[in-house]
Nanobody, 127 residues
Framework: QVQLAESGGGLVQAGGSLRLSCAVAGRTASYFGVGWFRQAPEKEREFVAGITWSARNTYFAESVRGRFTISRDNTKNTVNLQMNTLKPEDTAVYYC????????????????????WGQGTQVTVSA
Protein backbone atom coordinates (compact mmCIF):
# COMPACT_ATOMS: atom_id res chain seq x y z
CA GLN A 1 0.00 0.00 0.00
CA VAL A 2 1.11 3.54 -0.73
CA GLN A 3 0.10 6.63 1.24
CA LEU A 4 0.23 10.14 -0.14
CA ALA A 5 0.17 13.40 1.80
CA GLU A 6 -0.02 16.85 0.26
CA SER A 7 1.28 20.02 1.86
CA GLY A 8 1.99 23.60 0.91
CA GLY A 9 -1.47 24.92 0.18
CA GLY A 10 -2.67 28.28 1.41
CA LEU A 11 -3.97 31.71 0.51
CA VAL A 12 -2.10 33.82 -2.02
CA GLN A 13 -2.84 36.90 -4.08
CA ALA A 14 -3.24 36.70 -7.83
CA GLY A 15 0.13 36.73 -9.51
CA GLY A 16 1.79 35.01 -6.56
CA SER A 17 3.35 31.57 -6.22
CA LEU A 18 2.92 28.45 -4.14
CA ARG A 19 4.80 25.18 -4.01
CA LEU A 20 2.87 22.04 -3.24
CA SER A 21 4.59 18.88 -2.08
CA CYS A 22 3.39 15.31 -2.14
CA ALA A 23 5.11 12.94 0.26
CA VAL A 24 4.89 9.27 -0.59
CA ALA A 25 5.09 6.64 2.14
CA GLY A 26 4.55 2.91 2.46
CA ARG A 27 5.52 0.62 -0.38
CA THR A 28 7.37 3.33 -2.21
CA ALA A 29 8.83 0.85 -4.66
CA SER A 30 5.29 0.14 -5.84
CA TYR A 31 4.34 3.42 -7.46
CA PHE A 32 5.21 4.83 -10.83
CA GLY A 33 3.63 7.87 -12.38
CA VAL A 34 2.33 10.68 -10.20
CA GLY A 35 -0.25 13.27 -11.07
CA TRP A 36 -1.75 16.39 -9.56
CA PHE A 37 -5.45 17.03 -9.87
CA ARG A 38 -7.67 19.77 -8.54
CA GLN A 39 -11.30 20.19 -7.74
CA ALA A 40 -13.08 23.50 -7.34
CA PRO A 41 -16.48 23.76 -5.64
CA GLU A 42 -19.27 22.29 -7.75
CA LYS A 43 -16.82 21.29 -10.50
CA GLU A 44 -15.40 18.01 -11.68
CA ARG A 45 -11.96 16.96 -10.59
CA GLU A 46 -9.51 17.91 -13.33
CA PHE A 47 -6.00 16.98 -14.30
CA VAL A 48 -3.30 19.57 -13.61
CA ALA A 49 0.09 17.94 -14.14
CA GLY A 50 1.79 14.55 -14.25
CA ILE A 51 5.28 13.12 -14.16
CA THR A 52 6.73 9.72 -14.95
CA TRP A 53 8.83 7.78 -12.47
CA SER A 54 12.05 8.73 -14.24
CA ALA A 55 10.89 12.36 -14.54
CA ARG A 56 11.79 12.11 -18.20
CA ASN A 57 8.26 13.03 -19.22
CA THR A 58 5.94 15.63 -17.78
CA TYR A 59 2.38 16.52 -18.72
CA PHE A 60 0.32 19.63 -18.11
CA ALA A 61 -3.21 20.84 -18.59
CA GLU A 62 -3.39 23.68 -21.08
CA SER A 63 -4.74 25.99 -18.39
CA VAL A 64 -1.51 25.74 -16.37
CA ARG A 65 1.12 25.15 -19.03
CA GLY A 66 3.91 27.69 -18.75
CA ARG A 67 2.90 28.66 -15.20
CA PHE A 68 3.23 25.36 -13.31
CA THR A 69 6.14 22.95 -13.18
CA ILE A 70 6.30 19.45 -11.70
CA SER A 71 9.33 17.65 -10.34
CA ARG A 72 10.12 14.62 -8.24
CA ASP A 73 12.88 13.35 -6.01
CA ASN A 74 12.73 9.56 -5.81
CA THR A 75 15.42 9.47 -3.12
CA LYS A 76 13.11 11.47 -0.87
CA ASN A 77 9.85 10.09 -2.28
CA THR A 78 8.44 13.52 -2.95
CA VAL A 79 6.73 15.12 -5.92
CA ASN A 80 6.48 18.89 -6.10
CA LEU A 81 4.18 21.21 -7.98
CA GLN A 82 5.53 24.73 -8.39
CA MET A 83 2.70 27.11 -9.20
CA ASN A 84 3.57 30.58 -10.48
CA THR A 85 1.50 33.49 -11.72
CA LEU A 86 -1.51 32.13 -9.91
CA LYS A 87 -4.99 33.20 -10.93
CA PRO A 88 -8.27 33.20 -9.00
CA GLU A 89 -9.46 30.37 -11.24
CA ASP A 90 -6.67 28.19 -9.83
CA THR A 91 -8.54 28.12 -6.53
CA ALA A 92 -9.33 24.51 -5.68
CA VAL A 93 -8.43 21.56 -3.51
CA TYR A 94 -5.31 20.02 -5.00
CA TYR A 95 -4.72 16.27 -4.83
CA CYS A 96 -1.72 14.18 -5.68
CA UNK A 97 -2.23 10.67 -6.97
CA UNK A 98 0.00 7.75 -7.92
CA UNK A 99 -0.23 4.82 -10.30
CA UNK A 100 0.92 1.37 -9.32
CA UNK A 101 2.11 0.51 -12.83
CA UNK A 102 3.94 2.04 -15.73
CA UNK A 103 1.51 3.73 -18.10
CA UNK A 104 1.32 5.41 -21.46
CA UNK A 105 1.29 9.19 -21.57
CA UNK A 106 -2.43 9.49 -22.20
CA UNK A 107 -3.16 7.62 -18.99
CA UNK A 108 -1.85 10.49 -16.89
CA UNK A 109 -4.74 12.75 -17.83
CA UNK A 110 -7.53 10.65 -16.35
CA UNK A 111 -8.16 10.23 -12.64
CA UNK A 112 -9.47 6.72 -13.31
CA UNK A 113 -5.92 5.48 -13.96
CA UNK A 114 -4.59 6.35 -10.53
CA UNK A 115 -4.55 3.89 -7.67
CA UNK A 116 -3.59 5.98 -4.65
CA TRP A 117 -4.77 9.42 -3.59
CA GLY A 118 -3.89 11.95 -0.97
CA GLN A 119 -6.40 13.89 1.13
CA GLY A 120 -5.85 17.16 -0.69
CA THR A 121 -4.66 20.62 0.19
CA GLN A 122 -6.60 23.85 -0.29
CA VAL A 123 -5.25 26.55 -2.58
CA THR A 124 -7.04 29.88 -2.58
CA VAL A 125 -6.05 32.70 -4.92
CA SER A 126 -7.54 36.09 -4.18
CA ALA A 127 -8.13 38.68 -6.89
Amino acid sequence: QVQLAESGGGLVQAGGSLRLSCAVAGRTASYFGVGWFRQAPEKEREFVAGITWSARNTYFAESVRGRFTISRDNTKNTVNLQMNTLKPEDTAVYYCAAMDRSSMSEAYYSSRNYDYWGQGTQVTVSA
